[in-house]
């Protein structure tokens, strides 16, 4: 799992791709997420953007809402929200990114989307565009950003000609709606930014760099599709970040570090290691350098070779949870399990809210055979998913623990609790991926096998009983 994994395609998007409309405000990239590689979980640069949106969220009222931020494997600059609990970033938007306020930058406007309730008003908006050349001049949108995401040449070109071939009123009336609405996000981002003392020139930088490329015909960037920037917004822009009292405001040097981290730690994972290597030459011995140098010798040399440069980064920062992380993943993936305990321990130490370390410690334990780290694995996986509620991979292993359990126990009721508990634990992985029907076999089985009216019977029963919503 951590430090740097990436799932299959996001459920969720899959769903989005009959949703005409979400194509345009900005999950054009649900269609093509497949060929970037689906979602990434890493424990530290969750960490991070929690560290930049938690203020953000908080000024904008949206504290209590429950907002997860989903990094999308793709290099392009991009980040768009499809409802009010779920915003999505590439990868490229935190590598591209030079400072921290940049993506703070960015978080706050799509928060103003979400408090401006512009997806829900544009929806509306689009149920007027009912006519066959509405339609397809929507989906050539799509087409232009869809080519540009998935780096398709010609793509983006064919979409190009299909939607301003045959512009029409309408279709000129959604722009402008949609560029009204980017506007007003602007300015809630800037209230936000002004409420937690923080600067606004990292949007006015982001906008000028994708601008320049966009003049510069280096291809369509999907943030410049999705947030049409006309010259009249930037001068907006431009004064509303001037006027601020915070202007001249600089991020703190830890959080600058972080960053700069991530950004390191996400071209040593997501570029080829020749790539990151040149980015970050051994004749740089910043800590970042060495840590983009760790993960690239590790995809290209192996795991022996990475070791010296990750005992580097533990050296320099003893305290760091991420560099043991790193490290016991490594070992793990490895094949070198039993070793791999040891790092993951301390990063848990260091780190004890990280669930997605936790499950990979428990995943480690559990690899090893050792009857020993049972009871120790099924306490982390347990801790691990009272906070990542959803993780098919954790119930996955803890399911396993638990018929380990069953196999142990020498009482009849011990062996059926834990045979029970291995079952619920199967139909909570199955519900999560989506394998509806084979959840519902394992909830079947769980609910024989545990006491009528407990939580865990009761969310046997809930699974059971549950129908996927009739679309409307």
Known sequence: MPALTQTGPYRTLSRLRTGLVALVVGAMVCSTTAHAGGIIRDAETEALIRSYAKPIFRAAGLGSQNIKIHLVNDRNFNAFVVDGHNMFMHAGTLMEAKTPNQVIGVIAHESGHITGGHLARLRNQMSKAKSTAMMLQLLGLAAMAGGAIAGAPGVGQVGMGAAFGGMDSTMRSVLAYRQIEESSADQAAMVFLNATKQSGRGMIETFDVLADKLRGLKGINPYLMTHPLPQTRITQLRSLVAESPYYDKTDPPALQFRHDLIRAKLSGFLDKPEVAFNRYPATDTSLPSVYARAVATYRKSGVQAAMPLLDQLIAAQPNWPYFYETKGQFLFESGRGAEAIVP??????????????????????LGTEDPQYLDEAIRHLRTALTRERTSAGGYRQIASAYARKADQAKASGAKRNFMAQ??????????????????????????????????????????LAFQVPKRK
């Open 344 to 365: 993951l321990r301390k990063a848990i130490e260091l780190a004890p809210n990280e669930a997605l370390i936790r499950i990979m410690l428990g995943q480690a334990l």
């Open 422 to 463: 291995a079952s619920l634990a199967s139909a909570e992985a199955y519900f999560y991926e989506g394998r509806l029907g084979l959840a519902k076999v394992q909830a079947k089985r769980a609910k024989a096998g545990l006491p009528n009216g407990t939580p865990n019977w009761i969310r046997a029963d809930d699974i």
